[in-house]
Nanobody, 120 residues
Framework: QVQLVESGGGLVQAGGSLRLSCAAS????????MGWFRQAPGKEREFLAA????????KYADSVKGRFTISRDNGQNTVYLRMNSLKPEDTAVYYC?????????????WGQGTQVTVSS
């Protein structure tokens, strides 16, 4: 079992930046690939980014490529999502997730989410 807790959300103006953090506890964090997702009101959950257990592989959705950066610190059991050039359409609840398989589109463990609101 892996427990995930997101933090770092909040209100930011368009064009601004935020860094989300996701702290993991439970089973060994470095065994897991990690992902970030978001869900806006009335919309389906959207994949944003993923990082392999070692941090050597990353992938991004086209909608955030070049603006968002995923990284991890296995010593701190934490994964990050740096978000730059934020847009009002980035407003959503952001979730981190963990799975043993980097190539999987299904994640076994999820956090509770953190709200990000981008004002125009």
């Amino acid at each position: 079992q892996v427990q995930l807790v997101e933090s770092g959300g909040g209100l930011v103006q368009a064009g601004g930046s935020l860094r989300l953090s996701c702290a993991a506890s439970g089973r060994t964090f470095s065994y897991y690939a990690m992902g970030w997702f978001r869900q806006a009101p009335g919309k389906e959950r959207e994949f944003l980014a993923a990082i392999s257990w070692s941090g050597g592989l990353t992938k991004y959705a086209d909608s955030v490529k070049g603006r968002f950066t995923i990284s991890r610190d296995n010593g701190q059991n934490t994964v990050y999502l740096r978000m730059n050039s934020l847009k009002p359409e980035d407003t959503a609840v952001y979730y981190c997730a963990a799975d043993s398989d980097y190539s999987s589109s299904w994640y076994a463990y999820w956090g509770q989410g953190t709200q990000v609101t981008v004002s125009s």
